[in-house]
């Protein structure tokens, strides 16, 4: 018998869980174990935001993995020692054959501090409510979606953040009195991506009105005065700041073996597998060059990460991942558009974004719906407002 530990319960831990379990026989143990019990799509965080249908709708419970065959343990790992496969958590230790590491990153929210009113992490789901309440109550001001530092997660968030802010402020009839700006540190919007894709972002944005400013960091943010002060001694005052929180190595991956000399974990990004025995790693606590920290990603290789521990064990093939894959992003006006291609390709990315529509919309409702279903065994309709 072999036993298998995966560690963090997003995209990545779960298809790894998943690919695994469909491979292997009853006789293998798969277990998976996750500092949060509960999974949902990123992106539906900002369908809550503007009141399209809230998080629940769209949240499961990983104690369902349970009836699939995959051990659930609930619980926060507190280290990692690469080269026996074990860790210690918050509900004990734990050891197995093989080990994958998808924990996820850390936000580094120390530009927001403590604030409770005005300045938030867009991407927290604990900050849902007082978020939307404010941005309810909204009447004039300026709204700032600001990039705190890079990387962050999920490359086009910001830009749907701003679309759906937008259009839900032109919804509330105040949106003549409410200034949107979008801020990056970054050259453009999606360097990765080519000036293509860039030049369709930006003119969707100015289409709406949105302000985007290229080239900004942030490098205080005044909770009290709500005053953002950038790395070029300019200043910003806002009414609502909606922070997308820079991405870092969380610090139990950080602080093990398995960390390269930045913190982050840096796997063969075609197969998941690392320097030591048995043990893979993917999704956004690793770095590979060009690939961005998005969900997709993160399942796609550890699907493959579950294929070569199958094969290892002895039941079929293994696996490379290829590189392709795509983000979407939403505009407004329930049209989407989905940033894909062959993010490995040399010399650099091969990647297109085509013009937002309702047939793309309609897929990244699916997408999301398809995984409660696949993975946790929840059925949902799409967005109800």
Not at 106 to 132: N, Q, V
Not at 262 to 287: L, M, Q, S
Request: glycine fraction near 12%; charged fraction near 25%.
């Amino acid at each position: 018998m072999a036993k298998v530990m995966i560690l963090g319960g997003g995209f990545g831990g779960l298809a790894a869980a998943h690919e695994l379990r469909g491979r292997l026989g009853p006789e293998h143990e798969v277990t998976l174990l996750a500092a949060d019990d509960r999974f949902f799509v990123g992106y539906a965080k900002l369908w809550d935001l503007v009141g399209t249908r809230s998080l629940v709708q769209g949240t499961g419970r990983l104690s369902a993995l349970d009836e699939r065959g995959i051990r659930f343990v609930h619980a926060q790992v507190t280290a990692i020692d690469p080269d026996r496969r074990a860790v210690e958590t918050s509900a004990g230790s734990f050891d197995a054959d093989y080990m994958v590491v998808a924990l996820g990153a850390a936000a580094d929210r120390r530009k927001l501090g403590s604030a409770e009113r005005g300045a938030h992490d867009l991407y927290d789901p604990d900050r849902l409510p007082a978020m939307r309440a404010e941005l309810g109550s909204l009447h004039d001001g300026r709204v700032v979606v600001g990039v705190l530092g890079v990387p962050y997660v999920c490359p086009p968030a910001p830009y749907e953040a701003a679309f759906l802010v937008e259009e839900f402020l032109r919804r509330q009839g105040v949106r003549e009195r409410v200034e949107v700006v979008i801020t990056t540190p970054m050259p453009s919007p999606l360097p990765v991506a080519g000036p293509a894709v860039d030049e369709l972002v930006a003119h969707g944005l100015a289409g709406q009105g949105i302000d985007l400013r290229t080239g900004l960091q942030i490098a205080e943010v005044d909770t009290d005065a709500k005053v953002l002060s950038f790395a070029d001694g300019a200043t910003m005052d806002y009414a609502l700041l909606l922070g997308i929180p820079q991405a870092a190595p969380p610090a139990v991956i950080a602080d093990s073996p398995l960390a390269g000399e930045d913190g982050w974990i840096w796997p063969d990004p075609e197969t998941g597998r690392t320097g030591f025995d048995g043990v893979y790693a993917v999704g956004d606590c690793t770095a590979v060059e060009n690939l961005p920290r998005a969900g997709v990603f993160a399942e796609a290789l550890g699907k493959v990460a579950g294929a070569n521990i199958a094969s290892e064990i002895g039941a079929g093939p293994g696996g490379r991942y290829d590189g392709v894959g795509f983000c979407f992003l939403e505009f407004n006006g329930r049209r989407a558009a989905a940033l894909e291609g062959d993010f490995f390709a040399k010399p650099k990315p091969d990647v297109r974004l085509a013009e937002p529509n309702a047939e793309t919309y309609a897929r990244k409702e699916a997408f999301e719906a398809e995984r409660l279903q696949a993975w946790l065994g929840i059925s949902r309709s799409g967005p109800t407002a």
